[in-house]
């Protein structure tokens, strides 16, 4: 099967932004990914149905309706893409008064020199770690090769997860130098720091399982139960 779709992509193919049906025929013929995409289905469900998501709702269709300037003419997309950033609001108790802040979703991609994202490469090869964090301070990320061996990426040593800045996306360093053989990178986000071991075994034991199923290494799914939210991107190393 081909690589899974990032919760980015399934997030934008549950806003009605995918307009080539890709994911769609992907998630219909992914059970990992159509089981996630469902559960993204729920929380954004419920985030709207909070009387705060509500409330803010009303005040932008009130704000569009009373604007007369021009741009306004896509306004009615526009309500509807931040009615999609309130799906990823959660609510954080603050003492006495209620707090709110995005959720943002996760992703994890490569990244060349230069800064464009990066699918292919060639060995010898420099390229960076680039993750959206949303709400979670910890990161860890690990790589399975063809082999199957899993072993982590980011950070290099250690035994816990690292840490990063919450809420936007954050190049990890140093940069990485390509070497023959694609991988599969599959990140794990958490508010707590993440055993690096804990990790690297669950991830072991889904290579294992696919292979009993006929799958490659590159195929597995990311193992769900580590952190609080996950996500895949792979690599593929050209000669």
Known sequence: MAEHLTRLELDEWLS????????ERHVAACPACGMIAER???????????????????????????????????????????????????????GAEDGVRLKGTVALRLLSVQGTPVQDARPGEQVTLAVGTGPYRNVLVLAVDEAGAVDPLWPREGQTSGTVEPGAEVRLFPALEVTPGSVALHAFFSDAPLDVAQAREALTARVAEARGKGQGPLEVATPEAIGKAQARTLLRVVP
Not at 16 to 23: E, I, K, T, V
Not at 58 to 72: F, G, H, N, Q, V
Request: hydrophobic share 50%; proline share 6%; net charge positive.
């Open 16 to 23: 009605g932004l995918d307009a080539s049906g890709r994911a």
């Open 40 to 94: 993204m289905r729920q929380a954004r469900a419920s985030s709207l149905a909070q009387p705060r998501a509500k409330a803010v709702l009303a005040r932008l269709e009130e704000k569009r309706a009373r604007s007369a300037r021009p741009w306004w003419s896509w306004g009615v997309p526009l309500v509807t893409a931040l009615a999609v950033g309130l799906a990823l609001v959660v609510y954080v108790p603050r």
